[in-house]
């Protein structure tokens, strides 16, 4: 079955830096386009960014573009997400999932990984 196991979060000052991971297994993970996506207590879960099968092409939302970066390793069947300047807005539980069309189409697994925790504060 579909695994989705992330994790890199934790507690960063504003300014700070991290660097999420999510691991995959259980699909074709190198014919994947992979999202990542963050929910903070009390709202819905929003898309953060998107990347294609390949690692070449990346979307991202507008209140992270020029601050994250997504990439991928399809040989360790991974996806990251580096998060420079975070901010207090940045708190959030982070997840990754696959859509189901690029890049904001319905995640195409129901079954979520735990999710990493961001916590952006003095």
């Known amino acids: 079955q579909v695994q989705l196991v992330e994790s890199g979060g934790g507690l960063v000052q504003p300014g700070g830096s991290l660097r999420l991971s999510c691991v995959a297994s259980?699909?074709?993970?190198?014919?994947?386009?992979m999202n990542w996506y963050r929910q903070a207590p009390g709202k819905e879960r929003e898309l953060v960014a998107t990347v294609d099968t390949v690692g070449q092409t990346k979307n991202y939302a507008s209140f992270v573009k020029g601050r994250f970066t997504i990439s991928r390793d399809n040989s360790a069947k991974s996806v990251y997400l580096h998060m420079d300047s975070l901010k207090p807005d940045d708190t959030a539980a982070y997840y990754c999932n696959s859509p189901s069309w690029w890049p904001s189409g319905p995640p195409r697994f129901g079954s979520w990984g735990q999710g990493t925790q961001v916590s952006v504060s003095l």
């Open positions: 259980g699909f074709t993970f190198s014919r994947a386009t």
